[in-house]
């Protein structure tokens, strides 16, 4: 007990745990302040026209299927439909009707739209007579709202590494680490007194962003709370490693960067680009931080049940990471 007792007053003194701890709970609070981002814009067509080239016929048939930017001049034009930051399709008039421009670096359904568009405006009287049925337009931007509360929650449970790490690079810095080996103490305490504080602070940072960035009922708050466990426990796991691997303050900076790194890059890469892909999945897996992160997306859109998955993952990465710890230690004690 007093152990923990000291590795509380350590965590005090450090600054850059301090910092780690307040930094997702203060990026929720700031999300939360500015408002749910609006990404509904960004899937609906935009078209920009010059100034007195095409008619206000013309200019009122293409505000039925997008927005319409008016530009002055025609290099005004090419500029905003070249603009990297855009998907604008150009619309000028032309002998048959109209034609369009693009930069090129459009997605695949504005190039489909705009090599449309010529046709469509040609036929536009009989289309007029002919009966339509509007069906409800699938939001291809959906499930991606909540990508940024997820990966803040990611980075919040990361902390638990940094924690753990840094309390056992700055014992080494300071000759603690000397002391320890000669103390009468186990691997399974020594285990314990360092993953209680990254464990600990991982958690409480954790549980306050999600309570900043979700609002869950009592059962799906129940699944993240699980969730922020499993994942708070393998963080801290990391850490360990990371700290005995690391012989400087240095050196561990750039392992810590470097896990966080492959914390946060994986579970992205496994949600926008390993869909279908089964082998890619399975190597994403890996990584703790993917499943943590897939099994939050899944609280966060309403279900509770997809989420128990994740919770096997993780509690399968802790129990093999602690076992492979502990036989490690158990074989250097040996030697």
Same mark, same amino acid.
């Given at each position: 007990m007093k152990g923990l007792v000291y590795q509380l007053k350590s965590v005090r003194k450090d600054k850059f745990c301090i910092m780690s701890f307040l930094l997702p709970v203060m990026v929720a609070i700031l999300m939360n302040a500015a408002g749910s981002i609006d990404l509904s814009s960004l899937g609906e067509l935009q078209f920009g026209v010059i100034a007195g080239d095409v008619t206000s016929e013309t200019e009122r048939w293409l505000e039925r299927y997008g927005s319409v930017m008016v530009c002055q001049t025609r290099e005004e034009l090419i500029l905003a439909v070249n603009d990297p930051s855009t998907n604008l399709i150009g619309v000028e008039m032309d002998k048959k009707g109209i034609k369009t421009m693009l930069s090129g670096d459009e997605l695949a359904v504005w190039q489909q739209t705009a090599q449309t568009l010529p046709a469509l405006y040609r036929h536009r009287k009989k289309a007029a007579q002919a009966d339509v049925q509007i069906l409800e337009r699938p939001d291809i931007l959906a499930g991606y709202q909540h990508i940024f509360p997820a990966m803040t929650l990611v980075a919040a449970m990361f902390m638990g590494c940094t924690f753990t790490a840094m309390n056992i690079i700055s014992e080494k810095e300071d000759g603690i680490a000397f002391i320890n080996e000669i103390l009468p103490m186990s691997a399974k305490e020594y285990l314990l007194q360092k993953i209680f504080i990254g464990f600990v602070f991982g958690c409480l940072s954790t549980v306050v962003t999600a309570a900043v960035c979700f609002r869950l009922p009592p059962a799906r708050a129940a699944a993240? @709370? &699980? #969730?922020? #466990?499993?994942? &708070?426990? *393998? *963080?801290? @796991?990391a850490g360990l490693f990371v700290g005995r691997l690391s012989d400087g303050l240095m050196e561990g900076v750039v392992y810590i960067k470097i896990?966080?790194?492959?914390f946060m890059a994986v579970p992205l890469l496994n949600y926008l680009a390993a869909e279908g892909?089964?082998?890619?999945t399975l190597i994403c897996c890996l990584v703790p931080s993917s499943a943590a992160f897939e099994g939050i997306m899944v609280l966060a859109d309403g279900s509770e049940s997809g989420a128990g998955k994740d919770m096997v993952i993780l509690a399968v990465h802790c129990a093999v990471w602690l076992l492979l710890y502990l036989s490690l230690a158990k074989r250097r004690k040996k030697r």
């Open positions: 993240m @709370l &699980a #969730l922020i #466990l499993l994942s &708070a426990f *393998a *963080a801290s @796991l896990v966080m790194i492959v892909n089964k082998v890619l």
